[in-house]
């Protein structure tokens, strides 16, 4: 049962495009969302963040939207650079306090 | 701080054997993570840990799998015997507490079982 699922495997786009990376929920109890980078043979780091009270976040180049009656969150990033390729993952809390559940990743390429 | 440690960054082993993973979280988080890594699942939770306390193992695959944390400064993660389908990558976090959902990652543990 995957409560958090990012649809998208992989996105191509070109630098100083718009990337947008989608994230669906399934379970209601999520009130918190988290959005990391993971860069081969790292570990994941925090990006951006954004509580179920707020509708959107921005941190310069990115920005986290949530729809809750959609139970949809997204990340942008603009413009995109090469350096932000990457795979990104989603992350939801609220169920369990201190445990997050991970959707299976969206790999971004940013081609030059 | 260090960050979050892990070792060893690479486990080659064959099958049946028996694997133990390493973890150090930094100093002063009280919540400790283990999860795995892979293409199917993604990043998958097996167990974590609050003030050195098992909270939750119901992703832990097997009775093959187990875990520890003896202490607030390490945790293990033991495969016995291995198989070939626990090839992953094995990921620690560690977290704050605090009402703090933040989890700080260390490098991860490449297994390979043959």
């Known amino acids: 049962d995957q409560q958090v699922k990012q649809n998208s495997p992989s996105l191509s786009v070109q630098e100083g495009r718009i990337s947008i990376l989608n994230c669906d929920y399934t379970?209601?109890?999520?009130?918190?969302f988290l959005w990391y980078k993971k860069y081969p043979a790292e570990g994941p780091t925090f990006l951006i963040s954004?509580?179920?009270?707020?509708d959107k976040n921005e941190d310069g180049r990115f920005t986290v939207f949530l729809n809750k009656s959609a139970k949809h969150l997204s990340l942008h990033i603009v413009p995109s650079q090469p350096g932000d390729s990457a795979v990104y993952f989603c992350?939801?809390?609220?169920?369990?306090?201190?445990?997050?559940?991970f959707g299976q990743g969206t790999i971004l390429t940013v081609h030059p | 701080d260090a960050g979050v440690i892990q070792s060893p960054r690479h486990e080659v082993t064959e099958m049946g054997q028996e694997v133990t993973l390493r973890c150090k979280p930094i100093?002063?988080?009280?919540?400790l993570f283990w999860y795995r890594q892979t293409m199917m699942r993604g990043l998958e939770l097996l167990i974590y840990?609050?003030?050195?306390?098992?909270?939750?193992d119901s992703g832990m695959p097997e009775d093959r799998f187990s875990a520890k944390m003896p202490n607030a400064s390490f945790s293990t993660l033991k495969i016995q015997p291995s198989e070939p389908r626990d090839s992953a990558v094995y990921f620690c976090?560690?977290?704050?507490?605090?009402?703090?959902?933040?989890?700080?990652f260390g490098p991860g543990t490449r297994l390979t079982v043959t």
């Open positions: 992350a939801a809390g609220g169920t369990s306090y201190g445990k997050l559940t």
């Open positions: 379970n209601s109890m999520f009130d918190y």
């Open positions: 954004i509580s179920s009270i707020k």
């Open positions: 100093s002063g988080h009280d919540y």
């Open positions: 840990f609050n003030n050195n306390v098992p909270i939750d």
């Open positions: 976090a560690s977290n704050l507490g605090h009402k703090s959902y933040e989890q700080y």
